[in-house]
């Protein structure tokens, strides 16, 4: 069956350092996109991409980076300048030809040691 | 900037009555598409239902309808006979189709009273 895998389910990061999460789908989708999702702030868009080798912020993209160098993955990276990044995070996706919903993966859940 | 309301944290049914999940929404755009999605305590996002811009019907999905009023921006989740499984967190979501942008409201939690 197509879906979209995030791993690792849970993650810990020590303050100072940099870490990626990773978002792979076989859904043949273009577009793809990060929400963070904190208690009572509901999704907040961090990237998304539309196509290979483009993407564009979201609403908080600060403290974040992605890239997109082949169609099926888009990871995130929380670099050391996300000063609050305890969340968690979902990848998704969408067929941008279609009215479809988007399809999303199960989640991370970043913690800081 | 598009924007998506949803102005009730929390709610409460007793079960088997009916609720209504408000949803306002901020946008210059036409062509656009709506979707309620309900998140359950393992956290997987499940769509309930969606509604094309373009489409003057209210869409219905079984127990679950929408009120939609594109020249309010309004787009409200009914859900009628209540069921037990129907407790989650419930957000609106807006997607456009000029850029793909797709974002969320901050949610409400549904509880259902036995």
């Known amino acids: 069956d197509g879906g979209i895998t995030q791993s690792p389910k849970y993650l810990f990061r020590k303050e100072g350092q940099n870490v990626t999460l990773s978002c792979e789908q076989n859904?043949?989708?273009?577009?793809m996109y990060w929400y963070r999702q904190d208690p009572g702030q509901g999704l907040r868009l961090i990237y998304y991409?539309?196509?290979?080798?483009?993407?564009q912020k979201g609403d908080i993209a600060e403290g974040y980076s992605v890239s997109r160098e082949k169609k099926e993955s888009f990871p995130l990276t929380v670099t050391s300048a996300q000063k609050n990044p305890t969340a968690f995070y979902l990848c998704?996706?969408?067929?941008?030809?279609?009215?479809?919903?988007?399809?999303f993966g199960d989640g991370t859940r970043l913690s800081i040691l | 900037a598009q924007t998506v309301t949803q102005s009730q944290p929390e709610m409460s049914v007793q079960e088997a009555e009916t609720v209504t999940l408000s949803c306002t929404y901020d946008?210059?755009?036409?062509?656009?598409?709506l979707f309620w999605y309900k998140q359950p305590p393992s956290r997987q996002m499940i769509l309930v239902i969606r509604?094309?811009?373009?489409?003057?019907q209210n869409a219905t999905e079984n127990r679950f309808s929408v009120n939609f009023q594109k020249a309010a921006k309004s787009f409200s989740l009914k859900i009628s006979d209540s069921q037990l499984g129907d407790a989650a967190m419930y957000f609106c979501?807006?997607?456009?189709?000029?850029?793909?942008?797709?974002?969320f409201g901050k949610g409400t939690r549904l509880h259902i009273l036995p």
């Open positions: 998704a996706s969408i067929d941008r030809n279609s009215n479809q919903p988007q399809h």
């Open positions: 859904l043949n989708h273009d577009a």
């Open positions: 991409s539309q196509i290979v080798n483009d993407f």
């Open positions: 946008t210059s755009e036409s062509d656009y598409y």
């Open positions: 509604q094309e811009a373009y489409k003057q």
């Open positions: 979501a807006y997607r456009t189709n000029r850029d793909d942008k797709i974002i």
